[in-house]
């Protein structure tokens, strides 16, 4: 579920060419397994989605020169705050935070992007890793 989109885009005002409002960065709050993740998204709705997962100790802000780039070869593209880093999914307890919690997160984030009553069933997912930067050429699933 979508919630509260906020506008950072470049675009001018009334800008209606095609590509360019297609490759607008919109923030968005994604209800998800309980939690609310907070999201850079990008890209046309009938695209191809790619989910952009961040590592440790980084945010959505790593895939910020990706997104829109990804909009642009027409992939619907989403970086979420994980787990822990959007303010409205910091359960209490290192229970809340075990890797099959945070795949469920992911897969269900998938999920809610795509039309009511359909189910991600074929994503790619790009993760950031732990040596600092961007690895979205790998296909996770």
Do not use: K
């Amino acid at each position: 579920m979508l919630v509260d989109p906020g506008q950072h885009s470049s675009t001018p005002a009334g800008d209606t060419d095609p590509v360019t409002s297609r490759t607008d960065v919109t923030t968005a709050v994604i209800e998800a397994n309980g939690l609310s993740f907070t999201a850079d998204v990008a890209g046309p709705a009938d695209g191809e989605l790619v989910l952009l997962l961040h590592g440790f100790p980084q945010t959505r802000h790593t895939w910020r020169a990706e997104l829109p780039a990804l909009a642009a070869a027409g992939f619907r593209a989403c970086a979420p705050d994980q787990r822990g880093y959007s303010a409205g999914a910091r359960p209490d307890g290192i229970e809340s935070y075990r890797t099959e919690l945070l795949v469920a997160d992911a897969l269900a984030i998938a999920d809610s992007r795509d039309a009511p009553g359909e189910r991600a069933d074929d994503v790619r997912v790009g993760e950031s890793g732990r040596h600092g930067g961007p690895h979205g050429s790998r296909e996770h699933c």
